[in-house]
């Protein structure tokens, strides 16, 4: 276990680098909003908890109004609830016998529920629920576009029949469009939600068929999560992201209806080298998640290029380089990815010129992949 990169009460200038420091300010105003939002359109929320990986953060996002949080996988929500969260969703399927064991006894913990696409998949589940003397809400995933988890919508009737059969509680559709979130134009977006809105119907209509109430549908992520809102067919919004901001988000076209987030996670670096035209940072890609392209540099005009695994090089493009020493605050590109890269949030508050820390939070679930 690593020291965290700062300590309580520490000025902004006295953390460590690179660190992974929370704007406690801004990501309260993020989470605000979105709980806002979610009241004032009568939706349910459940954020997704995989983005931010901390008891900490979840229970403030319930002590807001959330019902709950998702996670994705097993291990994740282990860690969440031993943190004292107490409504997890395991929003993914799980097919490991070994797997659904810990998902049977977990669910003798906490409010469980967990997604499922096939019929061995609930037959497993329905065994180790069964054999642990436990229960748990299950949802019928869909494939709404994504082309990733999820049965066809015309299917759904006849897993949902399976799940009541089982005597398990049928907690509705699980409805996830991830290739939606990041199309840039905010009408792509909406035209990829409105196609998923159809395919739910559809799902919801082969469920009447077979008889069952369909008590729910949920998904959305920070891409899109107004238009799901906007639709009369979801009830509940599952976005993370919009707690944090990442990059890659701030770079999509904002939706006319929906709340502005802003950027509450940074990676705080130190220039340690400097050429002629350039300067080095000590936070390359084990610092920050590159998968969905480079951080953006915080407040300075500087063009941010890959240096590899420890270094960041920047290049000036208004702003002049920094000098030797100097603090440089990097808008990650993907969040959740970079989450994982670190054992502790630094979290400041009064902002990260002068701010101090207020406090440090684990990452409770990091590296949980399971
Ligand atoms: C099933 C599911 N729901 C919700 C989300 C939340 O999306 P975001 O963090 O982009 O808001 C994700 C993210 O990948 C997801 O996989």
Same mark, same amino acid.
């Given at each position: 276990?690593?020291?965290?990169?700062?300590?309580?009460?520490?000025p902004?200038?006295?953390?460590?680098?690179?660190a992974l420091v929370?704007?406690?300010?801004a990501m309260?105003?993020?989470?605000?909003?979105?709980a806002?939002?979610?009241r004032?359109?009568?939706?349910?929320?459940r954020?997704?908890?995989k983005?931010?990986k901390?008891?900490t953060i979840a229970?403030?996002?319930?002590?807001?109004?959330a019902?709950g949080?998702?996670?994705?996988?097993? =291990?994740e929500a &282990? +860690?969440?609830?031993?943190?004292g969260v $107490?409504?997890i969703?395991?929003?993914n399927?799980? !097919?490991?016998? *070994?797997?659904?064991e810990?998902v049977?006894?977990?669910?003798?913990r906490?409010?469980l529920?967990i997604?499922?696409d096939?019929?061995?998949?609930?037959?497993?589940?329905?065994?180790?629920?069964?054999a642990?003397?436990?229960?748990?809400?299950?949802?019928v995933e869909i494939?709404?576009?994504?082309g990733?988890?999820g049965?066809?919508?015309?299917s759904a009737g006849?897993l949902?029949?399976?799940?009541?059969?089982?005597?398990l509680?049928?907690?509705?559709?699980?409805?996830?469009h991830g290739?939606?979130?990041?199309?840039?134009?905010? =009408?792509e977006r &909406? +035209?990829?939600?409105h196609?998923?809105v $159809?395919?739910?119907?559809a799902a919801?209509?082969? !469920?009447?068929? *077979?008889?069952i109430?369909?008590?729910?549908?949920t998904?959305?992520?920070?891409?899109?999560?107004?238009f799901?809102?906007a639709?009369?067919?979801y009830?509940?919004?599952?976005?993370?992201?919009?707690?944090f901001?990442d990059?890659?988000?701030a770079d999509?076209?904002?939706?006319?209806?929906?709340?502005?987030f802003e950027?509450a996670?940074f990676?705080?670096?130190?220039v340690?080298s400097r050429?002629?035209?350039?300067?080095?940072?000590?936070?390359g890609?084990?610092?920050?998640?590159?998968?969905s392209?480079?951080?953006r540099?915080w407040?300075?005009?500087?063009?941010?290029?890959?240096g590899?695994?420890?270094?960041g090089?920047l290049?000036p493009?208004?702003?002049?380089?920094?000098?030797l020493?100097?603090?440089?605050?990097?808008?990650?590109?993907h969040?959740d990815?970079?989450?994982?890269?670190y054992e502790?949030?630094?979290?400041v508050?009064?902002?990260l010129?002068?701010?101090?820390?207020?406090?440090?939070?684990?990452?409770?679930?990091r590296?949980?992949?399971?």
């Amino acid at each position: 276990m690593n020291q965290p990169a700062g300590k309580v009460g520490d000025p902004v200038a006295a953390i460590d680098t690179p660190a992974l420091v929370i704007d406690f300010d801004a990501m309260q105003r993020n989470l605000a909003r979105m709980a806002n939002y979610a009241r004032e359109h009568g939706m349910r929320l459940r954020p997704h908890a995989k983005m931010h990986k901390c008891a900490t953060i979840a229970k403030l996002q319930i002590d807001a109004g959330a019902v709950g949080v998702c996670v994705q996988k097993t =291990s994740e929500a &282990e +860690a969440l609830a031993a943190g004292g969260v $107490a409504d997890i969703f395991i929003s993914n399927e799980v !097919i490991a016998t *070994a797997k659904l064991e810990r998902v049977a006894a977990l669910a003798g913990r906490v409010e469980l529920a967990i997604a499922v696409d096939s019929a061995i998949g609930l037959d497993r589940l329905a065994a180790a629920l069964k054999a642990a003397g436990t229960m748990a809400g299950v949802f019928v995933e869909i494939d709404v576009g994504q082309g990733r988890c999820g049965v066809a919508p015309t299917s759904a009737g006849a897993l949902a029949h399976q799940v009541v059969s089982h005597g398990l509680r049928f907690a509705g559709l699980q409805a996830y469009h991830g290739r939606a979130q990041h199309l840039r134009g905010a =009408s792509e977006r &909406e +035209a990829a939600v409105h196609h998923a809105v $159809a395919l739910a119907r559809a799902a919801q209509a082969s !469920i009447t068929s *077979a008889g069952i109430a369909c008590p729910l549908v949920t998904g959305a992520g920070t891409g899109t999560f107004s238009f799901e809102a906007a639709s009369g067919v979801y009830g509940e919004l599952q976005a993370g992201s919009y707690l944090f901001m990442d990059r890659d988000y701030a770079d999509n076209e904002a939706a006319a209806n929906a709340p502005r987030f802003e950027h509450a996670l940074f990676v705080k670096s130190e220039v340690m080298s400097r050429g002629t035209s350039h300067a080095v940072v000590d936070a390359g890609h084990k610092a920050h998640a590159i998968d969905s392209g480079l951080p953006r540099v915080w407040g300075r005009d500087l063009e941010f290029t890959n240096g590899g695994d420890e270094h960041g090089i920047l290049r000036p493009r208004v702003d002049a380089s920094p000098a030797l020493g100097d603090t440089v605050w990097l808008v990650p590109g993907h969040c959740d990815p970079t989450v994982n890269l670190y054992e502790h949030y630094i979290v400041v508050r009064g902002g990260l010129e002068r701010g101090v820390v207020h406090a440090i939070w684990n990452i409770d679930a990091r590296g949980c992949v399971t």
